[in-house]
T-cell receptor, first 116, second 113 residues
Framework: DAGVIQSPRHEVTEMGQEVTLRCKPI?????LFWYRQTMMRGLELLIY????????DSGMPEDRFSAKMPNASFSTLKIQPSEPRDSAVYFC??????????????FGPGTRLTVT | AQSVTQLDSQVPVFEEAPVELRCNYS??????LFWYVQYPNQGLQLLLK??????LVESINGFEAEFNKSQTSFHLRKPSVHISDTAEYFC???????????FGAGTRLAVHP
């Protein structure tokens, strides 16, 4: 099992540019979560999906942030336009609720985003 | 609504000493509790979990946590820490449906030689 896969691992971009972060959940998991981690704010839940449908996006900080899950094996988090305060580590996690659920989330290695 | 409070933001300790990382939770529904560990420049990894049954749960690397319903606590302990245990530790409670978790602010454990 490859675990949760995130790309890129590091992204450096200039203010105003569009940034797209990618996530491939563990096969068979049908819940997917996007988090942001900073020193100041800690670990924040941005949005989560179940069966490819967004369930709660109340953690998305601004309209500049958007997330999609076009199919069960792929999700994107997009920031347009990016700002220096978006600099953070972004994590994707997946889980398997429902029958036979194990309850825990499995995290990817993260994408470290730096906006200059 | 569920919430998690980790009472210590940093815990310094010497190698081979015992350690306790404190976690208190608030939940109005069935309680499922977790401890995650984050090593530098890595994602979070599950350390141990309480779902039901025995209130004492153990991890493979010597950590244990005890679910205490009356005190609404789930403290993490290890009798003798190693340098390699230096990491940030997050307590979490399941927040109902879809396996959403509510995380605490984290406790940074620093083990010194």
């Amino acid at each position: 099992d490859a675990g949760v896969i995130q790309s890129p691992r590091h992204e450096v971009t200039e203010m105003g540019q569009e940034v797209t972060l990618r996530c491939k959940p563990i096969s068979g998991h049908n819940s997917l979560f996007w988090y942001r981690q900073t020193m100041m704010r800690g670990l924040e839940l941005l949005i989560y999906f179940n069966n490819n449908v967004p369930i709660d996006d109340s953690g998305m900080p601004e309209d500049r942030f958007s997330a999609k899950m076009p199919n069960a094996s792929f999700s994107t988090l997009k920031i347009q336009p990016s700002e220096p305060r978006d600099s953070a580590v972004y994590f994707c996690a997946s889980s398997q609720p429902g029958a036979g659920r194990s309850y825990e989330q499995y995290f990817g290695p993260g994408t470290r985003l730096t906006v200059t | 609504a569920q919430s998690v409070t980790q009472l210590d933001s940093q815990v310094p300790v010497f190698e081979e000493a015992p350690v306790e990382l404190r976690c208190n939770y608030s939940s109005s529904v069935s309680v499922y509790l977790f401890w995650y560990v984050q090593y530098p420049n890595q994602g979070l990894q599950l350390l141990l979990k309480y779902l039901s049954g025995s209130t004492l749960v153990e991890s493979i690397n010597g950590f244990e946590a005890e679910f205490n319903k009356s005190q609404t606590s789930f403290h993490l302990r290890k009798p003798s820490v190693h340098i390699s245990d230096t990491a940030e530790y997050f307590c979490a409670v399941e927040a109902g449906g879809y396996n959403k978790l509510i995380f605490g602010a984290g406790t940074r454990l620093a083990v010194h030689p």
